[in-house]
């Protein structure tokens, strides 16, 4: 079903790699009921919700798209919606701002049903393709170092090198040098097994616990938050959320194109430029934002985190349908997930060593073309210094077009790049972001 001998892999790998994601991925299920909690939204609720969102993009990636490709409410929307759309002074409850993420989850369902999002992916140029996963791996190694404080905030530079002697620094160095010589002994599975080690020197030195137990129960206090699409498109209208809804639909979309087209690049899955069922794939991100805005979580996107298990060597649906499993359990081991996505220097070696290895894409970059790199390296560079992978894209779809113009190769860049550059430019200069 999975196609392994094609793909080059086999089960054992295949699950190794989906433990592996699911282990990098899993603290979604904490971070995003801390957030939404901000804005009201019960923990309980949106624990739940972000589950179900999960599961059912993850596993729709899974059996129809065949990727290794994970789902998940995105990180950079659930603030957004926290503190932008429910939290900017315009007096909207989180009931009306989840109808605007239902709206945007259906008009998603619609575009990736037309060739639209599938001609996006082949429209995107190759160099500025190099550059989103190069910026990815960049982005995905400073969020590592960013969480266990091996790198911190400064007043004057904005970042600094933090205290190495603190307990999740030197646990993070440790546990990358156990991952980096696993994977250089070319141990199959390095990654996940780094990521056990360091769990287990974590508990042994008392900075990982299970004082809150393993199990719980799953609930959802209050149902469906969206129970009628009709109430909820005269939500929109009423409040007049359309540029909260653009914005939801323009950020998700390059979010999840963005990091499809880097996961693929680096999983070798792209063929000769173009992303195969691109369409199944892309109607996994729409259908879960739309059925998780119905139980209260924020937008999904693809995660960058699908890295670390195609690091591990998963190539198939199999690593995602194991992640969605996973995550299926975790719904009843709140208390055990809380605990060891709590501690991010478990996590964050593999962050960083999948970094490095996407960070290859930049080799393949036509430097020597200034009209080529230049975007290329502006959406490289934005990424991490802005923390929001469609801003990156942002910039290299603007910058892109632009330089082409000068040089009177307008003829060389696909009319989509022209209309997202337009629609870009207007979302940065005049709607929040």
């Given at each position: ?259 499809m087209i880097g996961v693929a690049n680096q999983a070798n899955l792209m063929k000769n430029g173009k992303l195969p069922r691109a369409r199944h ?153």
């Amino acid at each position: 079903m999975f196609k392994l001998k094609e793909n080059q892999t086999n089960a054992r790998t295949e699950v190794m790699a989906g433990i592996t994601t699911f282990f990098t991925m899993v603290y979604i299920v904490v971070v995003n009921p801390v957030i939404l909690a901000d804005a009201g939204v019960p923990f309980e609720q949106v624990f739940t919700a972000t589950i179900l969102a999960t599961v059912i993009g993850t596993l729709w990636m899974a059996l129809f798209a065949n990727y290794p490709i994970a789902i998940a409410p995105g990180m950079g929307l659930n603030a957004f919606f926290a503190y932008s759309v429910v939290g900017g002074g315009q007096n909207i409850s989180y009931h009306t701002a989840f109808a605007a993420v239902f709206v945007a989850g259906l008009i998603f369902v619609i575009l990736s049903l037309t060739p639209l999002r599938e001609k996006l992916i082949d429209a995107i140029p190759d160099n500025l393709k190099h550059g989103i996963t190069a910026g990815i791996g960049l982005f995905v190694a400073f969020i590592g170092l960013r969480l266990t404080k091996v790198i911190v905030a400064d007043p004057v530079n904005l970042v600094k090198l933090g205290d190495l002697h603190a307990p999740s620094a030197i646990l993070t160095i440790v546990g990358l040098a156990i991952t980096l010589i696993l994977m250089l002994l070319r141990v199959n599975g390095a990654i996940f097994f780094g990521m056990i080690i360091t769990g287990l020197i974590a508990f042994f030195t008392g900075q990982l616990s299970f004082d809150k137990g393993f199990l719980s129960l799953p609930s959802l206090p209050e149902g469906l938050i969206i129970a009628n699409p009709i109430t909820a498109l005269g939500d929109v209208v009423q409040y007049s959320l359309y540029a909260v809804v653009f914005s939801f639909i323009l950020v998700t979309i390059f979010d999840t194109t963005g990091t499809m087209i880097g996961v693929a690049n680096q999983a070798n899955l792209m063929k000769n430029g173009k992303l195969p069922r691109a369409r199944h794939a892309l109607l996994s991100d729409s259908i879960a934002t739309a059925i998780g805005a119905m139980f209260g979580t924020s937008p999904t996107t693809a995660y960058i985190e699908s890295t670390s298990g195609v690091a591990a060597g998963g190539r198939t649906g199999l690593t995602t349908l194991t992640v969605a499993g996973l995550f299926i359990l975790s719904a009843f081991f709140g208390p055990l997930v809380s605990a060891v996505s709590g501690i991010s220097a478990i996590t964050a070696p593999a962050l960083i060593i999948v970094g490095s290895l996407m960070m290859g894409s930049i080799s393949n970059i036509r430097w020597h073309d200034l009209d080529e790199a230049f975007p290329a390296f502006l959406t490289i560079l934005a990424m991490p210094l802005t923390s929001s992978i469609s801003t990156g894209i942002a910039l290299g779809f603007i910058s892109y077009p632009l330089l082409k113009l000068v040089r009177r190769k307008w003829s060389e860049v696909h009319p989509l790049v022209y209309v997202f550059a337009v629609l870009f430019f207007i979302q940065l200069a005049f709607l929040q972001h």
